[in-house]
């Protein structure tokens, strides 16, 4: 958060004729944060409550801020997964091999890890992808047919990083991925994920300018456009969606996401181009998305009205989509006070993916409202409150 949020929100709220309590009225912050920011003594709020006062304050929440990162992976997981950091940036060693790696060999090398990115597996993960970063590389270096390998291999390496907020690495993976990328729409999809980099950096401008620039170059003629067509296109637009959104843009936001449906509707159900799990797009992920961002606008009745028409139960436990939604599920409820039941929505999440589950930073700030707000705290919830590393 830039240092001059406070001097950005007087000014803006000062143009707008209110007085801090006013605005603490109309957006639900408390007046003694609205105070402290305004006078320096905080330089750093949520983007959540940043959004809240844009949208009182009738701007864009990029107005108010230019940058608001999610907080980054602590030294233990940066740690961890040093080996896979180390292997990203080594240049390939063609000197140091006991053996030359064969395409056929890191074909079968990659779809054997591929199920592990999509289960969330991160045990097995930091174990198999060093040597396998390293093979792509050397490979790429002596056949061609290397190249869209490495290029899948870069861009699942990228949405991993971010996934675990490790942002440096994902940066430097997809941007080499979108770099090896042969085609317009392979290059779609690693922008795609490239964008939800952007998002939990805070880089809300950036984020929506992208996805808006690759959507209008891979928009495809809808009359015989292919799933992947559709696909790559469709989840572009809920980028932009996803930003618009959070930069108090509802108008934009609503206008992607009713695009995103015409390419989901032309799908005609959940489809999963290729194969990749990344990709998958249709009715289910567009509906999921919409509740998102009802859960970013702050309805949190909307939010429980729209879950119960989704058939989130038909996705895979495994699912990220499924689990944001469920995450999105359990912050209406906890909002709502409903305590019980978000549990047993985190606990759903738990049975799914539990080694997802603590990467998630929206999930801890959801168990820390539960947490304050109770009195005593059931099993299940000290349990959770574990899982997800809740200071004592």
């Known amino acids: ?17 209110l007085s801090q309590r006013e605005l603490s009225e109309l ?29 009182v304050l009738k701007v864009p929440t990029t107005r108010l801020i230019t940058e608001h990162a999610e907080a980054a992976a602590d030294e233990e997981t940066v740690h961890r997964w040093a080996p896979v950091h180390a292997a990203l940036a080594a240049p390939p060693d063609l000197d140091g091999l006991s053996e030359e790696p064969t395409y056929d060999g890191v074909r079968d090398a990659l779809e054997a890890a591929v199920p592990l990115f999509a289960r969330d597996r991160f045990v097995e993960l930091v174990a198999v992808l060093p040597p396998l970063l390293r093979d792509a590389e050397v490979l790429t270096e002596t056949d061609p047919r290397g190249r869209p390998l490495r290029a899948r291999l870069l861009e699942l390496t990228g949405w991993l990083m971010t996934q675990t907020r ?15 990328a042969v085609d317009r729409v392979q290059g779609a999809a690693t922008v795609s994920v490239q964008c ?34 559709l696909s790559a296109w469709g989840w572009l637009l809920l980028r932009v969606s996803a930003a618009a959104i959070r930069d108090n843009r509802p108008g934009e936001a609503g206008d992607a996401l009713r695009l995103a449906r015409s390419a989901a509707v032309a799908l005609g159900e959940e489809c999963t181009p290729e194969g990749d799990f990344l990709r998958t797009f249709g009715p289910v992920t567009v509906a999921l998305k919409r509740t998102e961002n009802a859960m970013v606008a702050g309805r949190p009745d909307e939010v429980l009205s729209l879950a119960a028409k989704i058939p989130a139960d038909s996705l895979k436990p495994t699912s990220n989509n499924r689990n944001r939604h469920l995450l999105d599920v359990a912050d209406a409820q906890t909002q709502l006070r409903q305590y019980a039941e978000a549990v047993d ?4 999440i738990r049975a ?9 930073r929206y999930a801890r700030d959801i168990l820390v409202r539960i ?18 590393h809740l200071p004592v």
Do not use: C, H, Y
Not at 345 to 348: A, D, E, I, Q, S
Not at 352 to 360: F, I, R, V
């Open 166 to 180: 490790q942002f440096d690495a994902a940066d430097l993976a997809l941007e080499r991925a979108l770099d090896d």
């Open 27 to 55: 957006s639900g912050v408390s007046l003694s944060l609205i105070r402290k920011l305004e006078q320096g003594e905080r330089d750093d709020t949520r983007l959540e409550t940043a959004r809240r006062l844009a949208n």
């Open 196 to 229: 939800w980099l952007l998002l939990r950096r805070g880089r809300l401008a950036e984020a929506r300018a992208l996805a808006v620039e690759w959507a209008d170059e891979v928009e495809p003629r809808m009359s015989r456009a292919t799933p992947t067509e």
């Open 352 to 360: 799914g993916s539990p080694q997802w589950l603590p990467n998630q």
């Open 1 to 17: 958060m830039s240092a001059n949020f406070g001097e950005r929100l007087r000014e803006v709220r000062k143009r707008r004729g």
């Open 345 to 348: 929505t985190f606990n759903k």
């Open 371 to 388: 947490v304050s707000r109770r009195r005593t705290l059931t099993p299940e919830m000290r349990e959770l409150a574990d899982l997800v």
